[in-house]
């Protein structure tokens, strides 16, 4: 059976990964998203109920209210890991799937969008890791610009993760998001090459 090979790619807060994910797609790779999978995964009858459980005032009418348990775990080391305990292996098991499916379909690489594939430690599962960078100030005006956060509050959710520059330590390939979208493609294009992957 073909099994393909598994691309990570990952960044910091605000450097771009999503962009670089939907240029991947545009270049014809299949790239599972492990934040859109999370997503589905909490729109689970079950899931819903067991957060409601250990998270009470999360879930309203059915629905999973985000920002509420964001602010529950963030920066509550046991609470984090109860959720990651309900939502973790259900990702898991959906991204397995669908990893499945572009393996039937003879699918050359795969693409595992995980923001936090280094801490999560999946970075050993992976065949190469593409990590996205940009400086932490531009990462900082990104994030308040979408988000409305503050830049305390975007620098408080940078800390939390690893550190930008051991991201680029472990990294296969590197791309810099720090200047226009034309240069950016410039990157990918060279990623993939570097890859084996066409580009």
């Keep these: 059976m073909n099994i393909p090979r598994r691309i990570g790619l990952t960044g910091s807060i605000g450097a771009g990964k999503s962009t670089v994910a939907a240029l991947l797609r545009a270049r014809g790779l299949t790239v599972l998203d492990a934040d859109e999978q999370a997503r589905l995964v909490t729109q689970d009858p079950e899931v819903l109920g067991l957060l409601a459980a250990r998270f009470p005032g999360v879930v309203v009418d059915g629905t999973l209210d985000r920002a509420a348990l964001a602010g529950r775990v963030f920066g509550d080391p046991a609470a984090l890991a109860d959720l990651n305990g309900v939502t973790h292996p259900r990702v898991r098991a959906r991204m397995a799937a669908l990893e499945a499916r572009a393996a039937a379909r003879g699918e050359q690489a795969v693409v595992q969008d995980v923001p936090l594939l280094f801490e999560g430690g999946l970075d050993a599962q992976m065949d ?3 990590v996205v960078d940009a400086p932490l100030s531009l990462r900082v005006q990104r994030v308040m610009a979408r988000s409305g956060l503050t ?49």
């Design 128 to 130: 190469a890791v593409i």
């Design 151 to 199: 830049e305390a509050e975007v620098l408080a959710r940078d800390a939390r993760q690893m550190p930008a520059d051991q991201k680029r330590a472990r990294a296969t390939v590197v791309i810099d998001n720090d200047r226009d979208l034309p240069h950016l493609e410039m990157q990918v294009d060279r990623a993939l090459r570097q890859l084996g992957l066409g580009g």
